[in-house]
């Protein structure tokens, strides 16, 4: 089992501290999927798919950015460079995180993780300026890290809501590529796009009231892109 350091970031232990920011292939970007909140979908929808997974522990249902077909491979990296006009949150704070103290009701604190390899290069970005302040992209990672956390909370309602009005299924996807190799994407599932359109209409105005609906438009709409993902895998 690899351990990590994480520890509170402040300014008097960190003042010093560098961290390297852009996407990176060898730092921690080269993954096929990531976490993501539907306070994020509007964002993510463009580029990626959004399919749902259940955590096979808790029985809870979760949203990820689909971004490749094989553990290890994020298809939005081509020859090094990032390609997508976007990156999720869940990405873009490494090597932050959201920290409790010891106190249940004391507020949430931006952690870090010392062991991350984003971590101490001479070329990263500061954290704290010499005079203490965070630096703007500190206070960039704070503000993704306080939508997540926030987002992660409204997100109990949206997924009983999917729930309770039986709208996700599960997917499949067999994939045959240009070259006649194959992959199969299963364990996921995603909207049920008919069921939702069968909904009485009290049922529809109760997801609108609760904001429930956008969120799933935006799944929906979110799978126009797997076409194009597989494109990028075939160029591969």
Request: overall charge negative.
């Amino acid at each position: 089992m690899t351990l990590t350091t994480h520890v509170p970031v402040n300014p008097a232990d960190h003042r010093d501290l560098r961290v390297l920011g852009t996407p990176s292939e060898a730092l921690g970007d080269q993954v096929m999927s990531c976490f993501t909140v539907p306070l994020e979908f509007r964002r993510v929808q463009n580029e990626f798919p959004i399919l749902f997974q259940r955590d096979p522990e808790s029985g809870r249902f979760h949203a990820l950015v689909l971004m490749g077909f094989e553990q290890g491979d994020n298809l939005y990296f081509e020859e090094g460079r990032w390609t997508a006009r976007y990156r999720p949150m869940a990405l873009a704070i490494q090597p932050f995180l959201i920290g409790r103290a010891a106190d249940p009701d004391a507020p949430a604190q931006i952690h870090i993780d010392l062991d991350h390899p984003r971590v101490g290069d001479p070329e990263g970005m500061r954290v704290f300026e010499d005079d203490g302040k965070p630096t703007r992209y500190l206070e960039k990672v704070s503000d993704m890290l306080d939508q997540l956390n926030v987002g992660v909370r409204a997100s109990r309602g949206f997924f009983d809501a999917l729930e309770r009005h039986q709208l996700l299924e599960p997917f499949a996807l067999d994939i045959t590529l240009d070259d006649g190799t194959e992959n199969r994407l299963v364990g996921y599932h995603l909207i049920n796009e008919d069921r939702l359109q069968e909904l009485e209409d009290g049922a529809v105005a109760e997801l609108h009231r609760e904001g429930h609906l956008m969120p799933m438009f935006m799944a929906l709409a979110s799978l126009a892109n797997m076409p194009s993902l597989v494109d990028r895998r075939n160029r591969r």
